[in-house]
DNA sequence: CTGAAAGCGCTTACAG
DNA sequence: CTGAAAGCGCTTACAG
């Protein structure tokens, strides 16, 4: 009997069994906004880790918004999807009942595993950078502290121009919530037009980078002569193309998406590692290319 | 009794109400590499009509794999998803027994709905804009044509070079099936290697675009002095930092995705338009920068 | 009009 | 060891 369904190849109807063994093939993959790289470059990483282990990947994009992410946790939960990895927004809820492991942006009370760049070790290598090349009046244009990569790396470039006795000179100009290209350039542009305006600028994403670099350009000022430029992550990850090369942290968006998958992986066959509060960083390692002066 | 669950916010469990209805609020979005920055663009765009008509979007990456495609196909049947918006790589198969619109790669055999970029009209302007500046040894790179965008623009290239009466110094160099920066600066180096390079270049798409700058640049060769430069996409939509901007055609990843979710919920709503072979294309429209020698 | 029953396609616990 | 029955949570067609 079983032969014979086996050389028919019968497959079981997933939905049937789903709802019968209250559980589907599927594990959902929750982010903000599948076009910033640094997510697409992620999610196709932990993509591939959880394929290989036999589940089907589900990709829901949030838009940045809290009531989609809400609902996207919701239909996972009820499609009996076996766990979730996720780049909170807004939507989390702590009463979550679906095994999930945080990347990139948390929710502080959780204590599901969560891993995530080294986001003050990499802002403090970035201003240690800077003030190595003689810089005091430096520059932080990110995100606003909404999320964890925001409050993270905004507050690690107060405390280490704090760290370098430049508290004073620290200047900070927020980006709109959308983490855009647009936004950092209209913030750069308003910073830049001070009566004292910052000689060096660190950028806090690759979207970012590529708007600081444009305000930059278009008030007429070269890099690295008149203006440094460093960033946290690599705009350029593909190309290579930008003049000048940014000097920014090294890549990790591959290692950061499929670690978190292994972590989900490990946390569905020993539950007791989806509340451990285990907590995963990615060591920050400064890449020094043209924008910061250097050469 | 309904008020009474109403008030207790009650909600019918999906997965019964699946396999009870033979029917799931999922629609799919099943795509090659949703790293390119046009296929992330599209998939959002169109994520968003989707989401607007109460769908429930399930995206899924293939990583050009067309057994990853076949399966991701049977999963979304077999899920009881209401449709998909596919855009092929090897995996489709005529039999396939759910609502699908096709998006910028067709099986060139179907009936459903299709709709895609202008591939022939866009390169025949890339191409008649050289000629027009006097070019006449013009260089293709662009992808295998081993799917719509790649089969599509090549032939036009050739095409197009007939017409102007310059197929004898057409030159072509094909990318790896990855549509990867690499691969198109490895190409674009053969080239420049040629005893007799092209003046010109026209890339068939956004990563090729960045490739073939890249590989000009570092042959030694200033754009548009020493050689000119024209894609098909234009790599640089957020950024706008590409020195010499690129003369492109008008970016239409949003159009072509939300356009292409709009054919699936017509199709959903009157069945006879799915096996229409109704075919869409978008109007390619030519943006002067610099790269082409213009100015 | 209301309410109990059948059945979607499975898996598992149980009877034989 | 084999096979029929129960039940996952719904919806719909049917009986009352």
Redesign the interface.
């Known amino acids: 009997m079983q032969a014979a369904a086996a050389r028919l190849d019968y497959?079981p109807?997933?939905?049937?069994r789903?709802?019968r063994m209250r559980m589907?093939?599927f594990v959902g993959i929750v982010v903000p906004?599948?076009?910033i790289?640094f997510f697409?470059?992620a999610?196709?990483a932990a993509?591939?880790v959880l394929?290989e282990a036999g589940y089907?990947?589900?990709?829901?994009?949030t838009?940045r918004d809290g009531l989609?992410e809400r609902d996207?946790l919701k239909?996972l939960l009820?499609?009996?999807a076996q766990g979730v990895l996720l780049a909170t927004y807004g939507g989390y809820e702590p009463s979550l009942r679906l095994p999930h492991v945080f990347f990139a942006n948390f929710a502080e009370a959780a204590t599901a595993p969560r891993i995530a760049l080294s986001n003050r070790d990499g802002i403090r290598a970035l201003v240690d950078h800077l003030v190595g090349h003689g810089h005091e009046r430096i520059a932080y244009v990110g995100g606003m502290p909404g999320n964890t990569s925001g409050s993270e790396r905004l507050a690690a470039f107060s405390e280490a121009m704090a760290a370098a006795g430049l508290g004073a000179r620290a200047l900070t100009g927020l980006s709109d919530a959308d983490w855009?290209?647009?936004s950092s350039q209209r913030a750069t542009t308003e910073l830049l037009a001070l009566d004292d305006p910052p000689t060096a600028f660190v950028a806090g994403s690759d979207?970012f980078a590529?708007?600081t670099?444009?305000a930059i350009?278009t008030s007429g000022r070269r890099i690295p002569e008149d203006v440094a430029l460093v960033a946290f992550q690599d705009?350029d990850r593909?190309?290579?193309?930008?003049?000048p090369a940014l000097t920014t942290l090294v890549s990790q968006e591959e290692e950061l998406g499929a670690q978190a998958a292994s972590l989900l992986l490990q946390g569905l066959s020993r539950s007791e590692l989806l509340v451990s509060g285990i907590e995963v960083r990615l060591p920050a390692r400064l890449v020094i290319r043209r924008s910061c002066g250097c050469e």
């Open positions: 497959e109807d997933p939905v049937a789903a709802l589907s093939p906004d599948i076009t790289p697409g470059i999610v196709k993509q591939d394929e089907q990947v589900l990709i829901v994009n838009h989609r996207a239909t009820s499609s009996r855009s290209v647009e979207n590529l708007g670099l444009k350009r705009p593909v190309g290579g193309i930008l003049e």
